[in-house]
């Protein structure tokens, strides 16, 4: 019987997000696989990454666990940092006409001013409906607009449905399927344990950089190599297989390599890649998201996410974290994002973050007339050009496959979790 070590598999994952990163840290476990991980920027995340302020991390896009996430509070608890996790129960406002809603228990739903007393009915009906309708797939080509319009009406739809909407896709809602939103009630329904009951979410004490660096560090502990600052150039693609990464420090052998990067990053990569492939990943479209981030003295709203119904008003919702957040945990800063998704061909994309800075200040302040700017320790814009994928009618079937049809090569990002939502 031979005592010959058996040889190492290489495996390149490239992207440090959290997918990357809880990737290494599940090969690492299996000692048939040498891993080495890529990420070009200077630390890892991704767009689960933070900003240092006051000594303190904090998450530069808004990001929640949900208490039906079970998976990831798993992964929590067996990476050893199950001790920072806290459970909160949260609430959530609608904007409209000027005036706050609380939008939470069914009593907030009779008493829901903007609704009138049937316009109420079918909206609760319309949830209930959503929770005994198990086959997504039945609503993959209807628009969400016509499902959402035919079930619960016009009023509901302009008070409701078209600001969540608004607030996800921008003007882009029209052609997107109506298993989103299903998707949306089903999931948010699982942080209840009855009807009645309060809304529950968790959060990690310096967010998600306490999971993402356990990850590493135990990933490293067993071998993974994180390079970090190291950006790709081209997979290299020879007889119709991977064999390899190209760097600016040149080229490097791996029998396998998984990209988690968005579609149209990897496509970048891959000139070599069968054109059908190529095309696939090609028609891949993504909103983008432009998001300040105030870092305040003092709290501005009693609920995690406030919804705005008012077209006119830049940002699509209002969402203060440290009403989910202890306080405490960041030094006793209050943290508000004002989010807009956008296509990144909007005029937008392109705005200065001072010119950001001064047309969000505007609207802020017609919401909240009490508002002074001098509530703000700081300021600042973040933005990411791939955050949420678009999925158009009928199309589910076009969802790449995790092993690609190039041997060795394998891929995995959020446009391929269809029909979920990115996690926050």
Known sequence: MSDKTPKQQKIAIIGGGIMGVALAYHLSNDERFHVTLFERGSKLGGLAGYIKYDGVRMDRFYH?????????????????????????????????????????????????????IFQRFRLGLQVIYAQFQSDWRKMDDIPVEKWLLRVSGRGVYQKVWKPLLRAKFDSEATDVPATYIWSRLRRMLGTRQGVTSKEMMCYLENGYYTLIEAMANQAQDRGVDIRLDTAIDEIMIEDD???GLRTPDGEAHFDVVISTLQSPILLKLIPHAPPQFQELLRKQEYLGVLCPMLIMKRSLIPYYVLNITDETIPFTAVVETTNLIDPKHVNGYHLIYLPKYIPWTHEMA????????????????????????????????????????????????????????????????TAMVYPELANC
């Open 64 to 116: 929640t666990i949900l208490s039906s996430d079970l998976s990831m509070q798993s992964l929590i608890e067996e990476t050893g940092v199950k001790q920072y996790l806290h459970f909160t129960a949260t609430k959530q406002g609608f904007y409209d006409g000027g005036k706050l809603y609380p939008f939470n228990t069914p009593i907030d739903l009779l008493k829901f001013p903007p609704l009138n």
């Open 350 to 413: 392109s705005w200065s973050d001072d010119k950001v800075r001064d047309e969000w200040l505007v609207y802020l302040k017609r919401m909240f007339p009490d508002f002074q700017e001098d509530w703000i320790s700081e300021f600042l814009v973040h933005r990411a050009r791939y955050v949420e994928p678009l999925r158009p009618l009928g199309t589910s079937d076009e969802i790449p496959r995790v092993r690609t049809p190039v041997p060795g090569l394998y891929m995995g990002n």
């Open 241 to 243: 297989r991977v064999t």
